[in-house]
Nanobody, 121 residues
């Protein structure tokens, strides 16, 4: 079993930055891709970013390209999401996930509990 624990969310003003972390425990996860998704109130869960197990391939949603950076650190079994130039529309609960590299939620087998990110205007 794999457990994912997100941290780093909070309240930030528009234009500010946050770094989310997701620590994995349980099974060795180095052969899996990691992804970040988000869900705003009344909306479906949407893809944000993903990184391959090697860290060499990354995917981003168009809405966050150039502002967000995903990375992973195998030694700490952790994946990060650096979020810069935050906008109010980035407000959501952010979830990390472990599975196959892709943008569909169904490609991921394990999910964290989520961390709230609120961007004030």
């Amino acid at each position: 079993q794999v457990r994912l624990a997100e941290s780093g969310g909070g309240l930030v003003q528009a234009g500010g930055s946050l770094r989310l972390s997701c620590a994995a425990s349980g099974r060795t996860f180095s052969s899996y891709a990691m992804g970040w998704f988000r869900q705003a109130p009344g909306k479906e869960r949407e893809f944000v970013a993903a990184v391959s197990w090697s860290g060499g391939t990354t995917y981003y949603a168009d809405s966050v390209k150039g502002r967000f950076t995903i990375s992973r650190e195998h030694a700490k079994n952790t994946v990060y999401l650096q979020m810069n130039s935050l906008k109010p529309e980035d407000t959501a609960v952010y979830y990390c996930a472990l599975g196959e590299l892709g943008w569909r939620p169904t490609e991921y087998d394990y999910w964290g509990q989520g961390t709230q990110v609120t961007v004030s205007s």
